[in-house]
């Protein structure tokens, strides 16, 4: 099985070193919640509710598929929103992400 | 007074499953939904999304499920009490449950499920300081009546289609200035509504501030001006009469937080034995519950309505003797 390192920064800026497969086909938000980090993931991935809303501090986005419309559309209505803002659900763990750092955007 | 065996909290997949179980059992029920449609997140936030993981469905659409499942709990005549929100509770001197919502419609059931899964959707509050203190003072979230605006200014948030139709509604002769602010240059909403807003801001009859964001809120006994910041101008003040921010729904606990239940991380804990919460003859199922191993999937959420309306019964009638009915045998009999 292979794995990636991602460090989480929770909303207390606690740091989290999560070991994270990449054969699995999950993403940040699933990642998350298996860590039993405070991520709702309320509409299941679908970038429909913002609740996985995160900051990307590593320089990994490049090396992530561009945000789709739909996850654009849902940013506007999530708050503290910013350059580095993304929606969990829609970051799938992949090699080139080795190393990434995500802080959970606050809730609101 | 409407009097019910079974009063479930919350018309999403699994309140609806129940009505079906608890059918079977000859149990009526009565749901309450803060929404105005049946059918929870499905019909609210995805109907038109796929779902892969529902037993014997490769796929199936959200809208479609919620369908399926108000097809199934026909035959059991369920009532409804739709856009309202389950508010209070008090135990009666027969040990039944009344439970009032917010627009006062009184129910009445000796067993209570609470199937309200990440609580009642209410609208999301931008994060701005000293917001609460304009609320209905020149802050409002929903527009309930736009006669309210007649004459006033009024400057809506947000790049959804509530915020391009009302921003197109009240510039047409409503309000007397209309100005709707964005976080960024594109809309999501629909093509004519994003076309009509660009058209009249072209055309000067309303001002369109994107690359923008509201941060601050102002004024003496009521809302006078907002803060705007501007992405590459700075901050920038508008005098405003009402500010409505559209920025969509999000699920809060709401009053069921205050009903006494043991609640963990905003979910009520359960005795997975039969779903009942620290409360006798309160049960709490789908995603609202937690226990160890719980897992938030529509599935785990029908088979907890299952269990949990074999223990219903047992409380509502003790000397009865239960018989598992097994719907190969007679099918589905109805009221």
Not at chain 1, 80 to 100: F, K, P, T
Not at chain 2, 9 to 23: D, K, Q, S, W, Y
Not at chain 2, 188 to 214: C, F, M, W, Y
Request: hydrophobic fraction near 40%.
């Amino acid at each position: 099985m292979s794995s990636i390192r991602v460090t989480v920064i929770d909303r207390e800026g606690t740091s989290h070193e999560l070991e994270a497969p990449t054969d699995m086909n999950m993403n940040v938000m699933e990642l998350c919640k298996s860590a039993e980090l405070p991520v709702e993931g309320t509409c299941g991935g679908m970038a429909m509710c913002a609740s996985c809303h995160c900051y990307v501090e590593s320089a990994h986005a490049g090396s992530m598929p561009e945000k789709s419309d739909d996850e654009e559309d849902m940013l506007d209505e999530a708050f503290h929103v910013n350059d580095q803002s993304r929606l969990g659900c829609q970051i799938r763990l992949e090699d080139a992400l080795e190393g990434m750092v995500i802080r959970l955007a606050p809730v609101g | 007074m409407i009097q019910t065996d079974i009063l479930i909290i919350g018309a999403g997949p699994c309140g609806l499953f129940t009505v079906f179980e608890a059918g079977l059992l000859k149990l009526r029920c009565h749901l309450i939904d803060a929404l105005p449609q049946a059918g929870g997140q499905c019909a609210e936030i995805y109907p038109k999304k796929p779902i892969y993981d529902i037993p014997a469905y490769p796929e199936i659409l959200a809208g479609d499920l919620v369908d399926r499942l108000m097809e199934q709990a026909k035959p059991f005549q369920p009532g409804f009490t739709l856009g309202e929100r389950a508010e209070t509770i008090i135990k009666d001197d027969e040990g039944q449950f009344v439970v009032t919502t917010n627009r006062g419609t009184v129910h009445r059931a000796p067993t209570i499920a609470i199937a309200g899964g990440l609580g009642c959707f209410e609208p999301r509050k931008p994060p701005v300081e000293r917001l609460q203190d304009y609320e209905d003072h020149g802050v409002e979230y929903i527009i309930k009546d736009p006669e309210f605006y007649r004459g006033k200014k009024v400057v809506i948030s947000g790049g959804g289609d509530s915020a391009l139709d009302w921003t197109n509604f009240l510039a047409d002769g409503v309000a007397s200035e209309v100005t709707l602010v964005h976080r960024r240059d594109g809309f999501r909403g629909h093509p004519d509504s994003v076309q009509k807003v660009l058209d009249l801001a072209a055309a000067g009859k309303i001002r369109l501030l994107t690359n923008g964001e509201v941060v601050g809120v102002a004024g003496e006994e009521r809302l006078e001006t907002l803060t705007v910041k501007h992405k590459t101008e700075g901050e920038i003040e508008v005098e405003t009469d009402h500010w409505v921010p559209l920025f969509g729904l999000s699920p809060k606990l709401g009053p069921i937080a205050d009903w006494n239940l043991n609640i963990t991380k905003n979910a009520i804990e359960v005795d997975t034995l039969d779903y009942s919460t620290n409360v006798d003859g309160i049960y709490a199922i789908g995603d609202i519950n937690t226990y160890p191993g719980k897992l938030k999937l529509i599935l785990c959420g029908f088979h907890e309505a299952t269990l949990m309306v074999q223990s219903a019964f047992k409380r509502i009638y003790p000397d009865k003797n239960l018989v598992l009915k097994y719907t190969t045998v007679n099918g589905v009999n109805g009221f």
